[in-house]
């Protein structure tokens, strides 16, 4: 069975920095595109940045000069790094990759930008 995990979440004051993690494992044979959305309270889920196993970064507008996706495929993990938050960054944060050419989500990990 293939899982992800994220990590890294929590609270933080505007203007810090937090850096999320992506852990993929299990029978995986590929994985193409690793990304990561978000979920507000009351909202739909969004996209915040993907990066595809081949092609150009896609990034948000909202989160674009803020956040850097990265990935390490021998470690099977992605990572987003998040500098200058802001409180409406605060959402709940979902890894999601193509593994084994099929769509696989994380658990979540919350993200909580407040003074």
């Known amino acids: 069975q293939v899982r992800l995990v994220e990590s890294g979440g929590g609270l933080v004051q505007p203007g810090g920095t937090l850096r999320l993690s992506c852990a993929a494992s299990g029978s995986i044979f590929s994985i193409n595109d690793m990304g990561w959305y978000r979920q507000a309270p009351g909202k739909e889920r969004e996209l915040v940045a993907i990066m595809p196993g081949g092609g150009s970064t896609v990034y948000a507008d909202s989160v674009k000069g803020r956040f850097t996706i990265s990935r390490d495929n021998a470690k099977k993990t992605a990572y987003l790094q998040m500098n200058s938050l802001k409180p409406d960054d605060t959402a709940v944060y979902y890894c999601?990759?193509?593994?084994?050419?099929?769509?696989?989500w994380g658990q979540g990990t919350q993200v909580t930008v407040s003074s």
């Open positions: 999601n990759a193509a593994v084994n050419r099929r769509p696989v």
